[in-house]
């Protein structure tokens, strides 16, 4: 079953710094492979240096976010419609999310309520990730719109698991820092 459009939140006994309480939003997910951005590791290069006609729509933070480990000089643009419908340069992923086609004229697109900018991406070969989900890495939770929007994506892995109403919710009390305790 594809988990297109959905989240994956890094199970807290994911043991990998690039993954490490992350929320993965998925942008693939076939048997050919699978694709999503990291949606919760904003960087300090601002929009302003690499795509400045999209800073008014940049969510805050105004930043290019660290996508994931691969092809980090590629950049995938996600946005949040605030209409419905269909427009060209913004093609649909999941209610309301989708990506932004970057050489299109930020004015001429469907009202956004905001755009990310993620450099590089997070990818798994065929049956990597789903053998990953047997694991136990990854826990699969529906996405919102307002996740991709979140103004603290640092606590947005919380945010999430805190939101759900079976007992995955009691991990939002899990520290961030559990060595520490």
């Known amino acids: ?90 093609n649909p992923i999941a209610a309301g999310i989708g990506t932004v086609e970057l050489d299109n004229d930020p004015a001429e697109l469907i009202a956004l309520q905001g ?5 590089g991406y997070a990818s798994w070969a065929p049956g990597q990730l789903d053998a990953e989900l047997v694991d136990d ?7 919102a719109e307002s996740d991709l929007l979140h103004p603290e994506p640092a606590e947005l892995w919380w945010t999430v698991v805190g939101r759900q109403r079976s007992d995955i919710r009691l991990l939002a009390n899990y520290p961030s820092e559990p060595w520490v305790n």
């Open 115 to 119: 755009v990310r900018l993620f450099a």
């Open 1 to 90: 079953m594809s988990i297109r459009g959905r989240h994956l939140v890094a199970s807290p006994s994911l043991n990998d710094p690039n993954f490490e309480f992350t929320v993965v939003f998925m942008l693939e997910h076939s048997d050919e492979g699978a694709l999503g951005v990291v949606l919760t590791r904003p960087s300090e290069l601002p929009v302003t240096d690499m795509f400045d006609g999209w800073v008014d729509h940049a969510a805050a933070p105004s930043v290019v976010f660290r996508g994931g480990p691969v092809s980090p000089s590629s950049v995938i643009a996600l946005g949040v419609a605030a209409s419905a419908g269909p427009s060209g340069g913004f």
């Open 137 to 143: 890495a990854w826990i699969v939770l529906d996405a």
